[in-house]
């Protein structure tokens, strides 16, 4: 009978060894390593492989031409290193530079095929694309905004509020200060929008704004607020497997983004937030920032409710995708820049990158603004239409707001 129970558990063990495997941990090789002298090592396992590359904003860029709403625009692609294979079947290579201190996204190609790095736990999605994570953090320097350091700790809710526009309940990324459970204080709010194929997880994911809010407010560089990550597509619950769609993989193709329903629900929003938290629910208190289609809604939000924000940060705005003609909310544009204008707003933001393909859109917008003195704070980066960018302009937008 023993030697049948032992029998019984070596093919139960043999059968689930594969489901198993997780618990015994995987292959020893470490990826990626940040080493003494700055450079940083990557490695990937493939005996059978004949080419391996490894490809991210850490490396040098490339030109790319890509066509976008008709015209043919040039973009900085991330640059590939190629690896050379060693004992075991692993492949290795280290940067022939330091790499500065950020956040960097990378895939390995192994004989084309994009994968992410086995030995590296850390991914992010961006829209339909996973990339594993590169943290090089660095004392006093931006980065050290994206690290988890040992300071007080807001609380990151999801939560669901009715939406009469959509039909349906939506959910919402809220941030809550360190403190805000256990105190009566009041809150000023800040939105923040994410760019298209996004929603309400990609700034807490990828633009690691938790932690960015957890340090500045630690730091004492800002205010602590409420911070509520929206999800700009109106046609949709939440973000993707967070819904009754099921299976559906995410896509930049989804109706009712840029053509003003999303922009015309907002006061939903912020009337569910002001009645669920304890918000300071005026304008003087209130503030919205958005990257790319996010700018794009930030910007006709602002100027479509001119009472409700006081301060509003366009970060790679879309600015000029959108024919006037799809909504009235995007219509009379120079007459409600007008009116936001002389209701004296706190501040509104401006950052883009100089490769950025929406540089020439925005640098008309800013020449708008110029000709009728209209004042506004301006900041102009390298780079183009990346993450990398939209991380530093939030820590340079929130710092400012609520004075």
Known sequence: MKKLFIAVAALAIGLSANAQQALWGGPSVESPVINEDGTVTFRFMAPKAIKVEVTGDFLPT?????EFNGNKMTYDAPGVGVLKEGKGGVWEYTTPFVVAPDMYNYTFRVDGVSQIDPHNMWVNRDVASLTSVLLVPAADERSDLYAIHKVPHGTVSKVW???????????????TPAGYETSKAKYPVLYVLHGIGGDEDAWVTQGRATQILDNLIARGEAKPMIVVFTNGNIACEA???ENADGYVNPTMSLPKTMEGTFEKSFPEIVKFIDSRYRTIAKKQSRAICGLSMGGFHTLNISLNY???????????AAIGVSDPSISPLYQD????????????PALLWIGIGKTDFLIQSNNEFRAKLDANGFPYKYMETDGGHIWKNWRIYLTEFVPLLFK
């Open 161 to 175: 509020y009715p939406s009469a526009t959509a039909g349906f309940d939506r959910r919402l990324t809220v941030y």
């Open 62 to 66: 490339e030109k790319v031409e890509v």
């Open 333 to 344: 544009f120079d007459k409600k820049l007008a009116t936001y204008f002389a209701k004296k």
């Open 239 to 241: 973000a993707p497997l």
């Open 306 to 316: 001119p009472d409700m924000f006081n301060y509003s940060g366009m970060f790679s």
